[in-house]
């Protein structure tokens, strides 16, 4: 049996104009869409999970940590010291790091007041939130674990238990948070979607790169003329 999970990620002041410190473009656009998604009683979601990013003030991810300015790449070492094994030496990875962005109990980390009223009055199916970004050594892009893989979230347990088979992913930034926790979950085995035009990007610019990490990876990228379609074959009330 098909049952499906609707992940809403990262609907925060700090990723949305007109004053979020991590603005990204024409963020606040998608945001009636997801209401409707849900309010609209023709979706028959089993599973509705909302992300945060959530970080300690030290945050690794933010280029005030560094002294440098903000969109600056940096190599990282990986936080337990994990050799590897074909150069011998300690793994790195290369990072952006960003405006400090959703600190954990300040305004930029709150979610976006109408949204955050939909997910109050929506009582009737299972909304659960989810926290990313609590360890200040590492970055977090998926909802389901840090960018190394060590520290797990509880989404993929939430998922199992819940038999969940298929996941729509909506929300902020398709290029980012989106891409990575869509990857993760398809790597997980589950039928992942992400629905194009629910999402925006932090580098438009890039979309037609960022469409191919999604193929690459197992992941149907929804258009718009093909939302109709997805809506009645998985997730709408028969
Ligand atoms: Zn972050």
């Not at 473009?25 to 999970?49: H, Q, T, V």
């Not at 930029?108 to 200040?136: M, N, Q, W, Y």
Request: with cysteine; proline share 7%; charged share 25%.
């Amino acid at each position: 049996m098909t049952k499906v999970s609707l992940v809403i990620v990262d609907l925060q002041e700090d990723f949305l104009p007109p004053n979020g410190s991590l603005a990204i473009k024409d963020g606040r656009s998608i945001i009636p869409a997801i209401n409707e998604l849900l309010y609209d009683a023709k979706f028959n979601w089993s599973l509705i999970l909302v992300t945060q990013d959530w970080h300690p003030p030290n945050h690794a991810s933010f280029a005030s940590q560094h002294n440098v300015p903000p969109f600056t790449e940096l190599t990282f070492t990986h936080p337990k010291g994990e050799i590897d094994p074909e150069t011998n030496e300690v793994k790195t990875m290369k990072q952006v790091v960003w405006p400090d962005h959703c600190i954990q109990n300040t305004p930029g980390a709150t979610l976006d007041p109408s949204f955050k009223e939909c997910v109050g009055d929506r009582r009737e199916s299972p909304i659960i939130p989810i926290k990313k970004g609590h360890l200040p050594d590492r970055e977090y892009y998926s909802c389901f674990q840090d960018c190394w893989g060590l520290d797990h979230t509880e989404v993929l347990s939430l998922l199992k238990t819940n038999n969940i088979t298929d996941v729509v992913f909506v929300g902020l930034a398709y290029d980012f948070c989106v891409m990575n926790s869509a990857i993760d979950c398809a790597k997980n085995g589950f039928n992942t979607y992400v629905l194009k035009e629910y999402s925006k990007s932090v580098y438009p610019e890039n979309v037609e790169e960022t469409d191919k990490k999604y193929a690459e990876n197992g992941v149907k990228v929804v258009n718009a003329n093909e939302e109709e379609k997805l809506f009645t074959d998985i997730v709408a009330i028969s």
